[in-house]
C-alpha cells in the first residue's frame, strides 16, 4: 500500500468518526430537547387539569378565599401546591384570586389565575404556563 493510498484512508475514518459524532450529538440533543417538551406538556396539563377543577368549583365559591387565598408565592414552601409530574419533576402551582366583581350579564364572580412552575436545579422556579378560569357565584348556567 502505497503513502497515497494510506493518507487516503486514514482520511476517510477520520472523516467517518467526524460524521458519526455529529449524529450521536444530533440524537442527543434530539432526545433532550424531547424530554423538555415532555416535562413542559407535563406542567401545562397539570394546569389545565387545576383549571377544569375551578371551572367546576362553583358549587365552593365561598370557599375560594380560604382555599387558594394563601397559596400566592412559589418561594415558600407553605405558599404554594406542589406537584409530581409522571416523569418525576416538581411542578409548584400558585393562584391569584381576583375580587368578587360582575362577570357576565349581572353574574358575580370571580377571576383566578393559576401559574404553573417546573423546579430548576440552578434557579430555583421557572414559570411554564398561566391558566385563567372564572368562577361564578352563581354557577354555570
Known sequence: MGTGQTLLTISAIALYSI????IVASHVNSVKYALQQQETSE?????NSI???????SASY????????????????NARENFETQMG???AVTYQL???????????GRKLIVN??????????KKVSEHVAVVLKGGVK
Open 51 to 57: 383549571t377544569e377543577q375551578l371551572f367546576a368549583a
Open 116 to 125: 404553573v412552575y417546573k423546579k430548576n436545579d440552578i434557579s430555583g422556579y
Open 62 to 77: 365561598d370557599d375560594l378565599e380560604d382555599q387558594y387565598g394563601a397559596l400566592n408565592d412559589v418561594s415558600k414552601a
Open 43 to 47: 406542567a401545562v396539563e397539570i394546569g
Open 98 to 108: 381576583g375580587k368578587e366583581k360582575e362577570m357576565v350579564e349581572g353574574e358575580l
Open 89 to 91: 419533576d416538581s411542578v
Open 19 to 22: 460524521t458519526l459524532n455529529n
